[in-house]
């Protein structure tokens, strides 16, 4: 009985404070002070995963962040059969080392399966032009304004066009959003571009 109170006390404690530990992980953009908290919020996922469920978006970056320091860009939840079956998390990591890197997070278990250096991507090899608003306060936005479960986030970098996130959301309602959240501002958009 006292174990039981123990584990949702720690349940709990895990849902409360694993998406305070990101958001301070992105605001940390040397890579240091920030990733002490990264690290503990990615310990605390890996042990609520004992409570069944899918790995949240914030799980999948305190993961993705406490193996390979740096700025997250893109994560993209897949159920492609390339990963085995199973279903991941894709998350593309500037690191503090000034190099991209590929990670890949299981969504059932928050474990790295890998994360390895991007020398073969034919995208800019320069740092993503610095965004006001963070993955994180984009992906709140999107949310609130269509409620639901987010299964792509994505910096549009393109240096043509206003710096904006690109949040897919599975909606309460079942229905998908592609939603575009001004990386200046935070304004809510819908993407007509997309289909």
Same mark, same amino acid.
């Given at each position: 009985?006292?174990r039981?109170?123990?584990?949702?006390?720690?349940?709990?404690a895990?849902?409360v404070?694993g %998406?305070v530990?990101?958001?301070?992980?992105?605001?940390?953009d040397?890579g240091?002070? %920030? /990733?002490?908290?990264?690290t !503990?919020?990615a310990d !605390?996922?890996?042990? @609520?995963?004992?409570t069944g469920g !899918?790995?949240?978006?914030?799980e999948?970056?305190?993961a993705?962040?406490k @193996?390979v320091?740096? +700025?997250?860009?893109?994560?993209e939840?897949?159920d492609d059969?390339?990963? %085995?079956g /199973?279903t991941?998390?894709?998350?593309d990591?500037?690191?503090?080392d000034?190099a991209?890197?590929?990670v #890949?997070?299981?969504a059932?278990?928050a474990?790295?399966?890998?994360?390895?250096?991007?020398?073969?991507?034919? /995208?800019d090899r =320069?740092?993503? !032009?610095s965004?006001?608003v963070?993955l994180?306060?984009?992906?709140?936005a999107? +949310?609130?304004? =269509?409620?639901? #479960?987010? +299964? @792509?986030?994505d910096?549009d970098?393109?240096?043509?066009?206003?710096?904006r996130?690109?949040?897919?959301?599975?909606g309460?309602?079942?229905a998908?959003?592609?939603l575009?959240v001004?990386?200046?501002? %935070?304004e809510? #958009?819908?993407?007509r571009?997309?289909?």
């Open positions: 009985m006292k039981t109170i123990a584990i949702s006390a720690v349940t709990a895990v849902l404070g %998406g530990a990101t958001a301070v992980a992105f605001a940390d040397d240091g002070k %920030g /990733r002490d908290q990264v !503990r919020s !605390r996922a890996e042990q @609520s995963r004992a !899918r790995v949240t978006l914030d999948a970056l305190a993705a962040l @193996s320091p740096g +700025t997250v860009t893109e994560a939840l897949d059969d390339d990963d %085995g /199973r991941v998390w894709e998350l990591v500037y690191g503090t000034k991209w890197h590929d #890949t997070v299981d059932g278990s474990k790295v399966l890998s994360a390895r250096d991007d020398d073969n991507d034919a /995208r =320069h740092a993503p !032009r965004a006001a963070s994180k306060a984009a992906v709140d999107a +949310t609130g304004a =269509h409620p639901g #479960t987010v +299964t @792509s986030v910096l970098d393109d240096e043509d066009e206003p710096l996130w690109e949040v897919d959301v599975t309460e309602d079942g998908r959003y592609d575009d001004d990386a200046r501002t %935070g809510v #958009t819908v993407d571009d997309d289909d």
